[in-house]
């Protein structure tokens, strides 16, 4: 999927047409305008829900009550005044942005856009965040280097470090490939923008979903400087500032930014089984990111450069989350190592000992045993306290009742330090355009994770992977005089190199295990498309794009034990020369042309309506295994997609009332689909299968609505339907048959066929409202209420009821891999003093409190155990700004 061309400058003409003019200047723009173009765009995006309380009700419709009455007190004193229309005999004006992201809200092109004050309100501070405020945007994370997305249900739910992602993640046009490249904050940002859909043609980098774009605020030739902190319950605290200044008259000027977080963690380590004088607080954030620009543009030419040089340094103890045993109920002890938390113990004796009563059957076992039918009794209702423990856990709360408390024996670490450079540059040459970006990154990580959750040692890993990446992006483009037509084309190149070492550290009868590969990657995409307007009401898009892609992967060890190294010359020979080593490198060549065709229709100058056909790709994946249970490695085959797309924009009431919406339909082949393996005494292993074909459907509503000046209203509404048409995996099993013969070795098959696809909630639903009060004496108080509505979902292709036991039963309940519907609220009080030089912000997120979990992954075969990941719960802090 490639990246549309977004110009840094465009044109509004009087005729209701945007015009790209690159280099343009400002022609008759005052300090203020018309409403659609002077009133900010409105800020966003929270969550909904059934449980209102009273409080959260009474809220809003405060807001709601103040600005109306307000507004009539303004309009009462002002009657009779008039003021005379600034914009009179403006026959052109030309509007300085970032991106043009007001272009490409009104072309074929689904898209959720936010600028730095909606970023800030709504407590965004990395591209992770992005998810809980963008309907049909899922992000899930397993650390804090490791978020993975999902863009309308289409996505690669695979943490190891080699998967590149079907989302194309950029920032400040760079194409981010691999995931530990795409985790770092955002600061001193001018927008973000989420482009919704394959792309089939354009810059940047191949991807099958859609495409996040943040882009930094560039130096400006003149003086301006921030400085920003907050501080927060759990001793969260930010840094974060930037500064602005000319160098050289108006030819060169720079601009440096930074950004720390600090944060004690949220997971109470209790350390009664893991050990004393071990990390009480886990989960913490403790990371700083700097980021350095020069802008160069030479006097009387159509040129500019921009040079950027920046780094990102993490350094944070492991992430953990919440085990919960899952040996023939969910609740139970581990098979591995049979830990219990004592609190899901102490819940299964209530639950017990009540069924128990209710049966009679609650006297000692002697008596019972002399007793005819209790044991029979006692059992059945032991089943029962089994079965609504279980429900209790995986949807009722859910997890136990303390869900932010554990025993962790290893607090482990993550570690990462990223740098890298760009430059970007610009010319034009007559009526053509000329763009290039070349970008330089580099990482390096160590990570080492108690990822069984418990006191004891199960499965835990040490990781150490570095990886670099060279990448260049060249653009052309050019509207034509003696027709309405735009052309562009180009080409991208990307270069990347991956290094892995990982061990597993097992305990019980898990065996440990040995992976050590390299991954080099080499791609290029063409591209040519245009854009033709053959009648006034009517626009033609169309392209194409050409991708190839080379992958070369190199397993240099993969250890069952330190003297078995699959992948070693010799290996299972001795004794048996027949023997084959398995192979162990191998490379392979991929290619797909994709493409996009659209026709859009206005109606009038604020409202259009477009139908469009693209096509998508993402390139092949490399899995790494046990080569015991799995194959030593496997190849996931590139997938792609054809989606039919038709949407809406328009505006109505002077732009009071703003309208944007999307049906679409996608046709899946070769769907990439993450799988954690659960095989019987091997270590969990994540790896990407392909589903033979996959169906997705769906649309979207964003309704913007300002009744009266100030008052600002948003709601963005998502529905999905998701279904897996034919996907089939298995497991392998250990059926123990006596005490004195080996287990019997057995593939249990797994259909996962009409299941929906991981991470698609059927509905999502964020709002929020917002009024400012003003005054040019005392400032302004903007009070913000925001929720968040998401529906059902899984995070595993099972539905939600992971993998069957060793008879082909599905055992555990509904929403045990999964999170069931739940609401989240945001509020926020701002104050800005006249002049907006100060800003002062008290901030509450998760008002509630509500537990919930961003992941779940299931174990049971491997150890009894599924293991989950828990939401923040109820933060609040106040933050101060200073613009200078």
């Not at 795409?182 to 859909?197: A, F």
């Not at 250990?734 to 696809?757: H, K, M, S």
């Amino acid at each position: 999927m490639g990246l549309r061309e977004l110009p840094d400058k465009w044109s509004i003409r009087r005729r209701g047409r945007a015009r790209l003019q690159p280099r343009a200047q400002i022609a008759g723009a005052g300090p203020s305008g018309p409403r659609s173009l002077a009133r900010p765009s409105p800020a966003t995006r929270g969550a909904i829900g059934s449980r209102w309380s009273g409080p959260l009700c009474a809220f809003p419709a405060l807001i709601v009550l103040f600005a109306f009455v307000q507004s009539a007190s303004a309009q009462s004193d002002g009657a009779g005044s008039a003021e005379p229309d600034p914009w009179a005999g403006v026959e052109e004006m030309v509007v300085e942005g970032a991106t043009g992201v007001g272009l490409l809200m009104q072309s074929a092109v689904s898209v959720t856009a936010f600028d730095a004050d909606e970023l800030q309100a709504l407590g965004v501070t990395d591209v992770a965040d992005l998810g809980a405020v963008t309907p049909n945007l899922q992000i899930v994370t397993a650390g804090s280097t490791t978020p993975i997305f999902f863009i309308r249900g289409v996505g690669l739910n695979d943490f190891t470090a080699n998967a590149s992602g079907a989302v194309a993640v950029y920032q400040d046009d760079v194409p981010l490939n691999l995931p530990a490249f795409t985790s770092g904050p955002l600061y001193d940002i001018e927008d973000v923008v989420v482009l919704l859909g394959p792309q089939g043609s354009g810059p940047g980098r191949n991807a099958s979903a859609g495409a996040i774009r943040s882009t930094s605020r560039k130096p400006t030739g003149e003086f301006d400087a921030f400085l920003r902190t907050e501080y927060g319950n759990y001793d969260a605290k930010t840094f974060e500032g930037a500064v602005g200044f000319p160098i050289l008259g108006d030819e060169l000027a720079a601009r440096f930014a930074f950004k720390v977080d600090q944060r004690e963690g949220f997971m109470t380590n209790t350390g009664v089984i893991g050990g004393p004088g071990l990390p009480k607080n886990m989960n913490n954030v403790d990371r700083w990111a700097a980021r350095g620009m020069l802008r160069y543009r030479p006097a009387n030419t159509e040129l500019d450069f921009l040079l950027n040089v920046h780094g990102v340094r993490v350094d944070q103890l492991g992430t953990v989350g919440q085990p919960l045993g899952a040996q023939r109920f969910l609740g139970s002890a581990t098979t591995q190592e049979a830990y219990q938390a004592p609190e899901v113990a102490a819940e299964l004796t209530e639950y017990q000992t009540a069924e128990w009563d209710k049966d009679g059957v609650n006297i000692p076992l002697g008596v019972c045993r002399r007793t005819p039918g209790c044991l029979a009794l006692r059992d059945a209702g032991t089943v029962r306290a089994q079965d609504r423990l279980a429900r209790e856990l995986a949807s009722g709360r859910p997890l136990d009742k303390k869900p932010f408390v554990g025993d962790y024996n290893l607090p482990g670490h993550e570690r990462q330090e990223t740098w890298g450079a760009s430059l970007r540059g610009e010319a034009t040459v007559g009526t053509i355009s000329f763009v290039s970006v070349t970008g330089f990154e580099r990482y390096q990580r160590s990570r080492m994770l108690d990822f069984d959750f418990t006191p004891r040692t199960i499965f835990e890993f040490d990781i150490k992977d570095d990886a670099w990446q060279v990448t260049e992006d060249i653009r052309l483009e050019q509207t034509l005089d003696v027709t309405p037509l735009t052309w562009r084309a180009g080409g991208f190149f990307l270069a990347e190199e991956l290094d892995y070492d990982q061990l597993t550290i097992a305990g019980g009868q898990v065996r440990p295990l040995v992976q050590i590969f390299t991954q080099s990657t080499y791609g290029f995409g063409i591209y040519s498309e245009f854009e033709w307007r053959f009648t006034d009401d009517f626009e033609l898009l169309a392209g194409v794009r050409y991708n190839w892609e080379y992958k070369e992967f190199d397993i240099e060890a993969i250890n069952l034990s330190p003297s078995q190294n699959l992948c070693e010359v010799g290996f299972g020979t001795i004794g048996n020369p027949s023997a084959v080593i398995p192979p162990c490198k191998t490379q392979a060549t991929f290619s797909d042309p994709t493409g996009v065709v659209s026709l859009t229709y206005d109606f009038d100058e604020s409202r259009s309506a477009y139908l469009k056909y693209s096509r998508g790709w993402k390139g092949p994946q490399y899995n790494v295994s046990n080569g015991s249970t799995r194959d030593a490695f496997t190849l996931a085959k590139p997938e792609t997609i054809d989606a039919v797309e038709t949407g809406f924009h328009g505006g109505f009431w002077d732009d009071r009332i703003k309208l944007k919406g999307a049906l679409f339909l996608y046709r899946y082949a070769n769907y990439q689909v993450f799988v954690f393996t659960n095989d019987s005494n091997a270590p969990p292993q994540r790896i990407v299968r392909n589903a033979n074909s996959a169906r997705l459907y769906g649309a979207e509503l964003e309704t913007d609505v300002e009744p009266i000046d100030r008052l600002e209203l948003n709601v963005r509404f998502a529905w999905l339907e998701s279904k897996f048409l034919d996907f089939k995996d298995s497991g392998i099993r250990r059926i123990p048959i006596a005490p004195t013969e080996p287990p019997l070795i057995t593939e249990v098959p797994i259909d996962f066929t009409g299941n929906r696809l991981p991470n698609t909630p059927r509905f999502e639903v964020n709002g929020s409202i917002q009024y400012s009060f003003e005054s040019e004496r005392l400032g302004a108080l903007i009070p913000r209420y925001e929720f968040r509505f998401m529906d059902d979902v899984t995070f595993d292709p099972s539905n939600g009821r992971g993998a069957p036991d060793n008879l082909g039963n599905i055992f555990l309940p509904k929403h045990t891999i999964g999170q069931k519907a739940r609401i989240l609220h945001n509020m926020q009080l701002t104050y800005r003093a006249p002049g907006e030089s100060i800003e002062l912000a008290f901030w509450i997120r998760n008002l509630t409190n509500e537990v919930y979990k961003t992941l779940a992954f299931d174990t049971s075969a491997v150890a009894g155990l599924v293991g989950n990941l828990v939401g923040l719960p109820r933060t609040y802090g106040l933050a101060v700004k200073f613009d200078f």
